[in-house]
């Protein structure tokens, strides 16, 4: 191969099928297009976190289904966001040299992989199958039955991860998704945690948000709520494909205590950023962070977090400009400012 112009450019040269995720935020294909625009750093990168890319791309070929690899890359960013020529050529380098591109280990000199949490690979291995029209894991039938509730929901102990995240994988096949529906009132918080997990990195309906959004509402009129699993329910929310339903569940949380918990507050701005473009949402967000317990290095990271995902900068600092805003906020934010013009 000769004249290599980039990773896709070499994927391509290779004659291999791809796709590209992101598995910084939530688990979601990234376009061909937007990943090349990326690369050749004509864009920011639209997910980052912690100033890094991180990337799950998956590579075929169209007839070797059984030979499929996936890279877990993560490239860090520069001030605007964007991946230099020099970390991109040094990797596509790597590729032409066969070097190993997997997680980096003691002795290892490659910069590049990463290994996700096992909740990610599950999910992740979940959506490759999925997309690749292989057959779900050993789990799969296992877990529809616990969601039909057969065995009865307090008999979650044996449910495997993986078959969780192939249903949410596969929620249209079958009755998988009215299952769900069917179960989320009745099920108990560790069955409940593993599917939000699951649920955060897919594209959900708005009978499924109308059913998760229930429960959160109950869970936020419980004497004894519990934030971890409110924070999950946001998470499962992320996806939805009703925004306007999520927002009104997200304006329920953001009304209520549990939103000054850092575990919701790491929810909303981690899984849920882009219902904070609305003037409101952002207010209202940032008022409870500043009342947060974990105090001002939480409040600094948190903005700081924000700062860096395009588009939303502009309704961030219209928010920490607003002349409406409480004295506690403002405090919060001389301090940020303080501290960062030392």
């Given at each position: 191969m000769t004249n290599i112009s980039g990773i896709s450019d070499f994927l391509t040269q290779a004659g291999t099928e791809f796709k590209v995720f992101?598995?910084?935020?939530?688990?979601?294909?990234?376009?061909?297009?937007?990943?090349?625009?990326?690369?050749?750093?004509?864009?920011?990168?639209?997910?980052?976190?912690?100033?890094?890319?991180?990337?799950?791309?998956?590579?075929?070929?169209?007839?070797?289904?059984?030979d499929l690899v996936i890279w877990f890359v993560k490239f860090p960013l520069d001030a605007s966001g964007k991946l230099t020529s020099t970390i991109r050529d040094d990797f596509v380098y790597r590729l032409i040299n066969k070097e190993k591109i997997e997680a980096e280990s003691e002795g290892d000199t490659n910069p590049y992989g990463f290994k996700p949490k096992q909740e990610h690979m599950a999910t992740f291995h979940a959506r490759a199958s999925f997309i690749l029209n292989q057959d779900a894991s050993k789990f799969y039938a296992h877990a529809q039955d616990y969601f039909a509730g057969k065995p009865g929901y307090d008999q979650w102990a044996f449910v495997g991860f993986q078959g969780i995240a192939d249903i949410a994988a596969r929620l249209n096949e079958g009755d998988n998704q009215l299952h769900v529906i069917n179960a989320l009132p009745q099920l108990p918080d560790q069955p409940l945690e593993a599917l939000c997990q699951c649920l955060e990195h897919e594209r959900i309906s708005t009978e499924l948000t109308q059913a998760l959004g229930e429960r959160l509402a109950s869970e936020l009129k419980s004497s004894d709520a519990d934030s971890n699993i409110i924070s999950l329910l946001i998470r499962a929310l992320s996806g939805s494909e009703d925004s306007a339903l999520c927002s009104d569940y997200l304006q329920q949380v953001l009304r209520s205590e549990h939103a000054k918990h850092a575990e919701v507050i790491a929810s909303i701005s981690g899984r849920c950023w882009t219902y904070?473009?609305?003037?409101?949402?952002?207010?209202?967000?940032?008022?409870?962070?500043?009342?947060?317990?974990?105090?001002?290095?939480?409040?600094?990271?948190?903005?700081?977090?924000?700062?860096?995902?395009?588009?939303?900068?502009?309704?961030?600092?219209?928010?920490?400009?607003?002349?409406?805003?409480?004295?506690q906020l403002s405090r919060a934010i001389g301090e940020l400012f303080q501290q960062f013009t030392q």
């Open positions: 992101d598995l910084g935020r939530r688990i979601q294909e990234i376009s061909k297009e937007n990943f090349l625009a990326f690369e050749q750093g004509e864009i920011a990168y639209p997910y980052p976190l912690q100033q890094q890319s991180w990337l799950g791309i998956m590579v075929w070929h169209k007839d070797q289904l059984d904070l473009n609305q003037t409101e949402m952002m207010h209202a967000f940032l008022e409870n962070l500043a009342q947060c317990p974990e105090g001002q290095e939480f409040f600094n990271l948190v903005i700081l977090d924000l700062v860096n995902i395009p588009g939303i900068q502009a309704t961030l600092n219209a928010a920490i400009r607003s002349p409406d805003r409480s004295a």
